[in-house]
């Protein structure tokens, strides 16, 4: 079927469930699984397919041993129908919050570990200026986020451009610079000192991130390049928030950011030790989609994370 007459019989002639019943075959690579889950007979879907494949002009479907798998053009149409039923859950997501009484929606995904401290500062000013808008943040590791923002569940990630490099359908707008520290509880007995060595700080105890997170791997390069030995850790964990936990409550010494002992929850508590690890200035960016144009939303809070850390 020419390319041309496709683009105009599509429109006319795509009928929701038929679209339906190819993303849940496509996802269970069978007719029978999928007849299951949409609560349908076997060959209700297998003539919804049918149907499918008369108004595209090709098959989408081979059958092999253990059910069935995209052909060639069933691989090429599987990401713009998935991206369909993608499109109108957002929709739906958008009207419920309109309905109650939202207006404008922005949805941006933060690394928890760590996070950046002055997100919240910068959520408020946009929210101060904007009242009645919706703003979701979900934490998630550097890579779910990427996929996350292909996927369009959030418009923006925040992340730190240390280790990771985005690729070439990503857009990067520079935030700000931040640098690696080593933090304490202001009570600890290295608060106070001066003429710290690394020695000195490698004979206390650590809590560190996990050795598959993103962070560890920038601290590890970090201490790398220094010639400096990485702390022998007694606690790992995740979550910044169980860091600082362990900062403020078991005396151990932790990695952090600049920016943390600015910004961060408990920060009357915590203390940048007075040693310069060295590392160069990493930078933070909001990251977005080169094929879609962000929001007003979306911009002015760049532009409050920006003002934001111009001012700490």
């Known amino acids: 079927m020419p390319a041309n007459d496709l ?18 075959v496509l996802e269970h690579r069978s007719f029978r699984k999928a007849a299951a889950v949409l609560h349908l007979s076997q060959p209700a879907v297998t003539k919804a397919i049918a149907g499918l494949e008369e108004t595209l002009g090709c098959k989408l479907f081979h ?7 995209a052909t060639v053009h069933g691989m090429s149409f599987a990401p713009r129908a998935v991206a369909v039923f993608d499109e109108l859950r957002r929709a739906a997501q958008d009207l419920t919050l309109v309905s109650s009484g939202a207006h404008g929606t922005l949805r941006v995904g933060i690394v ?14 946009l929210a101060d200026s904007h009242p ?6 979900v934490e998630a590791r550097e890579a779910e986020l990427l996929d996350r923002l292909r996927r369009r569940d959030i418009e923006l990630a925040i992340l730190r451009l240390a280790v990771l490099e985005p690729a070439e359908d990503l857009q990067v707008a520079p935030l700000f610079e931040e640098s690696l520290c080593v933090v304490a509880a202001r009570e600890h007995p290295l608060a106070g000192r001066t003429g710290l060595t690394w020695p000195d700080l490698l004979r206390e105890r650590w809590v560190m991130p996990p050795a598959d997170c993103i ?8 201490l ?7 702390p ?16 403020l409550h078991a005396g151990v010494l932790s990695f952090g950011l600049r920016s943390q002992t600015v910004f961060a929850p408990g920060k009357e508590f915590l203390v940048r030790l007075p040693y310069e690890l060295p590392s160069a200035p990493a930078a933070v960016a909001a990251v977005s989609l080169q094929s879609h144009e962000t929001s007003p939303l979306a911009r002015l809070l760049v532009e409050n994370i920006r003002a934001v850390a111009r001012s700490a």
């Open 132 to 137: 009645g808008i919706f703003v979701s943040v």
């Open 215 to 222: 962070f560890y791997e920038h601290v590890q390069a970090t």
């Open 7 to 24: 683009i105009q019989r599509l429109p006319r002639h795509l009928k929701m469930g038929e679209l339906r019943a190819f993303v849940t």
């Open 224 to 230: 790398r390049g220094g010639g400096l030995e990485v």
């Open 63 to 69: 059958r092999v041993a253990n059910g069935v798998e």
């Open 112 to 125: 928890p570990m760590p996070a950046v401290p002055m997100l919240p500062v910068a959520i408020h000013r």
């Open 232 to 247: 022998r850790h007694v606690i790992e964990a995740f979550s910044i928030h169980i860091q600082f936990a362990m900062v």
